[in-house]
């Protein structure tokens, strides 16, 4: 098992430019999160789906978008990218409440 | 809403010294699962340990245990016998015991520690 996937692993955008941050699972895991990571800040979680076809948002949602249209994939999109969105972004999965959350590599993004 | 507080942002151990490194967190649930992620300088998050709220029983992993004090809101890392590969950011995060809540973890603002010869 590959785990969980994120690519690309470092991307520098433009303000006001937009791009489509990758994340998959093989794991078969029905629950998936997004968070950010900023410097002593820990990390907060952007959104999350508990299952292909429902999504919800969590701490700090605006200026992003999720999907979940396959139980393996959960890409995270940036709209129009602000420099408040340099940050390092995890992509999380788990089969439920007993099970561990596996995380990503992260992807670091910096918005010039 | 949850919180959860770290007031340790950094800490240093001696190799083969024993450190603990706290947390508190607040909730007025009754129902939760409480975390220790390591973060090493590779920025992968990697699960230390976990602790369910329902059990009074502290949780332990090899070096790795817990002092949960569900009263208190307190939910301690003891390190024993440090290694210099314990090197990292430590976090400590928490869930609500909720099926629909499974995959929303709260974190911390982390603690480094260093481990020095």
């Known amino acids: 098992n590959a785990g969980v996937t994120q690519t690309p692993k470092f991307q520098v955008l433009k303000t006001g430019q937009s791009m489509t941050l990758q994340c998959a699972q093989d794991?078969?895991?029905?629950?998936m999160s997004w968070y950010r990571q900023d410097p002593g800040m820990g990390l907060r979680l952007i959104h999350y789906s508990v299952g292909a076809g429902i999504t919800d948002q969590g701490e700090v949602p605006n200026g992003y978008n999720v999907s979940r249209s396959t139980t393996e994939d959960f890409p995270l999109r940036l709209l129009s990218a602000a420099p408040s969105q340099t940050s390092v972004y995890f992509c999380?999965?788990?089969?439920?409440?007993?099970?561990?959350?596996?995380f990503g590599p992260g992807t670091r993004l910096t918005v010039t | 809403a949850q919180t959860v507080t770290q007031s340790q942002p950094e800490m240093s151990v001696q190799e083969a010294e024993t450190v603990t490194l706290s947390c508190t967190y607040d909730?007025?649930?009754?129902?939760?699962?409480l975390f220790w992620y390591k973060q090493p300088p590779s920025r992968q998050m990697i699960l230390v340990i976990r602790?369910?709220?329902?059990?009074?029983q502290n949780a332990t992993e090899n070096r790795f245990s817990v002092n949960f004090q569900k009263a208190a809101k307190s939910f301690s890392l003891k390190i024993s016998d440090s290694q210099l590969g314990d090197t990292a950011m430590y976090f400590c995060?928490?869930?609500?015991?909720?099926?629909?809540?499974?995959?929303?973890?709260?974190f911390g603002t982390g603690t480094r520690l260093q481990v020095m010869l």
């Open positions: 602790q369910e709220a329902y059990k009074q």
């Open positions: 909730t007025s649930e009754n129902n939760y699962y």
């Open positions: 999380a999965s788990s089969s439920g409440l007993a099970g561990e959350q596996y």
């Open positions: 995060a928490f869930m609500k015991g909720n099926t629909g809540t499974a995959s929303k973890l709260t």
């Open positions: 794991m078969n895991h029905e629950y």
